[in-house]
Each structure stands twice: as C-alpha cells, then as structure tokens.
C-alpha cells in the first residue's frame, strides 16, 4: 500500500469513529443526549433543604442532606404514574411512619402523612 493510500485510510477510520462518537453523544454541535428522570424513583429533597430521601426499586430511605445519618428506611408501592404509597421507620423516633405521595410535576411530589401532615419534596438534581 502506497503512503497516500495508507493516510486517506488512517483519515477515514477517524472520521467514522467521530460519527459514531456523534451518534452517541448528541452530536459534536449539541449537548450529550440526556435521560429525562421518569416516575418517582429518584432523589427528593424536603423544603427546609435538610434530608434526601431516596426512592429505588421499591426501597425508600431519608438521610440527612448535611451528613449522610441515616433518618428513616423502609419501602414503596407505585399505585399507577403518578402516586406512590412509603411505609418504614423513623430510625429516630423508633416508629413506624407512612406516606402518600403524588408526582404533581417531574420535580415535585405532594405528599400526606398518616397523621394529616403535608409537606413538598423537590426532586433533587
């Protein structure tokens, strides 16, 4: 193989790899292509910005924003798109705790506890 021919073929191999980086990247003009979040799985932040709950493959868990203590565990149950049932424990108070809680938007979810209680969780990013 002549040294042109070796460089037109180095030269087509990049750029067929660069189209294919394209191909999975969003393009060389765009952003990377970005799963949008779905459904309720995910990480929640409460409105005072001091715990995380977490709600993945039906476990659910509250830990504090700050340190990383674990504040309550437990369970989930998806009951259609948008509402979901949280039971566990509160590891501080040693009570059993429940919640429900509606997907009002991709970021906010509206939850009731047992006792009455209402608060917000904002989907953290």
């Not at 509402?83 to 009002?104: D, K, M, P, W, Y």
């Amino acid at each position: 193989m002549t040294i042109a021919r070796k460089i037109l073929s180095a030269s087509a191999m990049g750029a067929l790899a660069t189209m294919i980086a394209a191909c999975t990247t969003g393009g060389s003009d765009g952003p990377p292509i970005v799963s949008q979040p779905r459904g309720v799985e995910g990480s929640w932040l409460n409105a005072e910005g001091n715990a995380v709950s977490t709600l993945n493959g039906g476990k659910f868990s509250t830990v504090s924003a700050q340190t990383g203590e674990k504040f309550a565990d437990g369970s989930y149950v998806k009951n259609g798109a948008t509402s979901v049932e949280i039971n566990g424990t509160s590891l501080i108070r040693q009570q059993a705790i429940a919640f429900n809680c509606l997907l009002v938007s991709i970021n906010q979810l509206n939850c009731t506890s047992a006792s009455g209680q209402n608060f917000v969780l904002t989907r953290r990013s």
